[in-house]
């Protein structure tokens, strides 16, 4: 069998279409925002509205454990963990090829070696690893919105400094924000992490007022100097520059009034993972051609086969983990099994989706010309 899919453009067509100084297709940039953008701009925006309506009315309702840990659940079926379940087919499509048994056992090697170490992290030292998932989330939904804002067709990200700076800002609103506001809630979260094996965070330096006074005052510098740094690079009411600065200013103030469980989990599946997929439906040819009909729900419903067996081989194997381990059935415990779960899967899908960047010249790995 050709190891080239029918009717594909060169990855170089789509090179140029992912990056942020070409133009990208008009199918491209109408995929991002209908499927990518205008959902998670709408939910979230609902959601903030509603916590700031509710914190301004001086009313701190006490969410049931089950609302708060809702949105978590949910990413297990719903986009969440089925965004990375078509990383076994990504790179290959990424390149304009068909996924061929040889592409599927390199992925699936990469899973198995990189996942395998970083399970052993965390076996071994489970506060590094904590601090060590922080960060790669960090740099993959900063990554993420980088690739976002590049194919709607944002003109003001080109040079390698506002790049940079756009990862740090994207990356570290759902990262850092909420540790700035509810320091309690999200060290119990980490804690509940390291608590599955057996170890403690002890008296952690970064949750002290000083240090997230510090860190809340150094991160708002960065975020006002990577928006103006953009702001310098094109005209006055540039579109995409006021897309990107509104969006900065909603993540903001969600991260900081909705509490972080719920808005952690809400991001993952409506922002993070929604953007993930309408990239998975520019690389899939069959997903694109329904897309530039105008049948996104063909394209989403193709991604959505894609990503079906290997989202329910993942759901058996935490299952199983959770069955050897004995672990308890508390929320919080086995909301930490699987965020402990998602962290081994990430090294690999960091990987992955870096791989993305470097063939289609995205990213970090190519500041557009
Ligand atoms: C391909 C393949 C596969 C599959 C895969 C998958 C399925 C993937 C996925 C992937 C994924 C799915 C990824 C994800 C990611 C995610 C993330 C990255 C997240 C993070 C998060 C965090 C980090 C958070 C945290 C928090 C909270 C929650 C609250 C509080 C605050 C804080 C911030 C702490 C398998 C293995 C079967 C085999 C081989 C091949
Ligand atoms: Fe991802």
Same mark, same amino acid.
């Given at each position: 069998?050709?190891?080239?899919?029918?009717?594909?453009?060169?990855?170089?067509?789509?090179?140029?279409?992912?990056?942020?100084?070409?133009?990208?297709?008009?199918?491209?940039?109408?995929?991002?925002? /209908?499927?990518?953008?205008? &959902?998670? %701009?709408?939910?979230?925006?609902? =959601? +903030? *509205?509603? !916590?700031?309506? #509710? @914190?301004?009315?001086? /009313?701190?309702?006490?969410? &049931?454990? %089950?609302?708060?840990?809702?949105? =978590? +659940? *949910?990413? !297990?079926?719903? #986009? @969440?963990?089925?965004?990375?379940?078509?990383?076994?087919?990504?790179?290959?499509?990424?390149?304009?090829?068909?996924?061929?048994?040889?592409?599927?056992?390199?992925?699936?090697?990469?899973?198995?070696?990189?996942?395998?170490?970083?399970?052993?992290?965390?076996?071994?030292?489970?506060?590094?690893?904590?601090?060590?998932?922080?960060?790669?989330?960090?740099?993959?939904?900063?990554?993420?919105?980088?690739?976002?804002?590049?194919?709607?067709?944002?003109?003001?990200?080109?040079?390698?400094?506002?790049?940079?700076?756009?990862?740090?800002?994207?990356?570290?609103?759902?990262?850092?924000?909420?540790?700035?506001?509810?320091?309690?809630?999200?060290?119990?979260?980490?804690?509940?992490?390291?608590?599955?094996?057996?170890?403690?965070?002890?008296?952690?330096?970064?949750?002290?007022?000083?240090?997230?006074?510090?860190?809340?005052?150094?991160?708002?510098?960065?975020?006002?100097?990577?928006?103006?740094?953009?702001?310098?690079?094109?005209?006055?009411?540039?579109?995409?520059?006021?897309?990107?600065?509104?969006?900065?200013?909603?993540?903001?103030?969600?991260?900081?009034?909705?509490?972080?469980?719920?808005?952690?989990?809400?991001?993952?599946?409506?922002?993070?993972?929604?953007?993930?997929?309408?990239?998975?439906?520019?690389?899939?040819?069959?997903?694109?051609?329904?897309?530039?009909?105008?049948?996104?729900?063909?394209?989403?419903?193709?991604?959505?086969?894609?990503?079906?067996?290997?989202?329910?081989?993942?759901?058996?194997?935490?299952?199983?983990?959770?069955?050897?381990?004995?672990?308890?059935?508390?929320?919080?415990?086995?909301?930490?099994?699987?965020?402990?779960?998602?962290?081994?899967?990430?090294?690999?899908?960091?990987?992955?989706?870096?791989?993305?960047?470097?063939?289609?010249?995205?990213?970090?790995?190519?500041?557009?010309?």
């Amino acid at each position: 069998m050709s190891d080239t899919a029918g009717g594909e453009e060169s990855a170089g067509a789509r090179t140029a279409a992912a990056t942020a100084g070409s133009a990208p297709k008009p199918s491209a940039r109408r995929v991002m925002f /209908v499927v990518g953008c205008r &959902p998670g %701009w709408f939910v979230l925006g609902a =959601l +903030a *509205a509603v !916590a700031a309506t #509710v @914190g301004a009315l001086g /009313v701190d309702p006490a969410l &049931p454990a %089950w609302v708060r840990y809702a949105p =978590l +659940a *949910a990413s !297990a079926l719903v #986009v @969440g963990l089925p965004h990375g379940a078509v990383d076994h087919l990504a790179p290959a499509r990424t390149a304009g090829r068909t996924p061929t048994p040889r592409w599927l056992l390199a992925v699936g090697i990469g899973y198995l070696v990189l996942g395998g170490a970083y399970a052993a992290l965390w076996a071994l030292a489970p506060v590094a690893s904590a601090a060590l998932f922080v960060g790669l989330t960090w740099l993959h939904w900063g990554q993420g919105d980088l690739y976002a804002l590049d194919s709607i067709g944002s003109r003001h990200l080109e040079g390698a400094g506002v790049r940079l700076g756009t990862v740090l800002v994207r990356g570290g609103l759902p990262m850092l924000v909420p540790l700035l506001r509810f320091p309690d809630r999200y060290r119990q979260v980490v804690d509940a992490w390291v608590a599955l094996f057996g170890r403690e965070l002890g008296s952690a330096w970064i949750f002290t007022p000083g240090a997230r006074g510090a860190l809340g005052a150094a991160f708002a510098v960065v975020t006002v100097a990577t928006v103006l740094a953009g702001r310098r690079r094109v005209s006055a009411g540039d579109a995409g520059w006021r897309r990107d600065a509104a969006e900065t200013l909603l993540l903001w103030v969600y991260f900081l009034v909705v509490p972080p469980l719920v808005a952690v989990g809400v991001y993952f599946c409506a922002w993070h993972s929604l953007r993930h997929v309408a990239r998975l439906v520019e690389v899939d040819p069959a997903a694109r051609r329904a897309a530039a009909d105008g049948d996104e729900l063909a394209a989403l419903a193709r991604v959505g086969r894609d990503a079906l067996p290997l989202t329910a081989v993942s759901i058996a194997l935490l299952a199983a983990v959770a069955l050897v381990a004995g672990v308890d059935t508390a929320p919080a415990t086995l909301a930490a099994l699987y965020l402990v779960f998602i962290a081994v899967l990430t090294l690999p899908h960091v990987a992955v989706v870096a791989w993305m960047d470097r063939v289609q010249g995205a990213g970090l790995a190519g500041p557009p010309s």
